[in-house]
Nanobody, 120 residues
Framework: QVQLVESGGGLVQAGGSLRLSCAASGSIFRLNAMGWYRQAPGKQRDLVATITSGGSTDYADSVEGRFTISRDNAKNTVYLQMNSLKPEDTAVYYC??????????????WGQGTQVTVSS
């Protein structure tokens, strides 16, 4: 079993920055890609950024150029550096990790989420 614990969320003004962290514990040796998703009230959960075990990254168009995802394999932690924050970025941010692949697809793990609120 894998546990994901997020930290770093909070309240910031527009134009400010936050750094989210997601620490993985448990059976982490099977983890492959990790990422961040977010969900605003009344909206679906959307991809923010992903990073593979080799360091390849992908970003949603809405955060491209403002957010940076990184990974510290020694600490089993993935980060999301968020700069130039906008009120539209307000959401609950969820850490995600892909584990072993089964006959039914990859095993996906989720953190409990951390609230990010950006004021005008």
């Amino acid at each position: 079993q894998v546990q994901l614990v997020e930290s770093g969320g909070g309240l910031v003004q527009a134009g400010g920055s936050l750094r989210l962290s997601c620490a993985a514990s448990g059976s982490i040796f099977r983890l492959n890609a990790m990422g961040w998703y977010r969900q605003a009230p009344g909206k679906q959960r959307d991809l923010v950024a992903t990073i593979t075990s080799g360091g390849s990254t992908d970003y949603a168009d809405s955060v491209e150029g403002r957010f940076t995802i990184s990974r510290d394999n020694a600490k089993n932690t993935v980060y999301l550096q968020m700069n130039s924050l906008k009120p539209e970025d307000t959401a609950v941010y969820y850490c995600n990790a892909q584990g072993r692949t089964t006959d039914w697809g990859p095993v996906i793990y989720w953190g409990q989420g951390t609230q990010v609120t950006v004021s005008s």
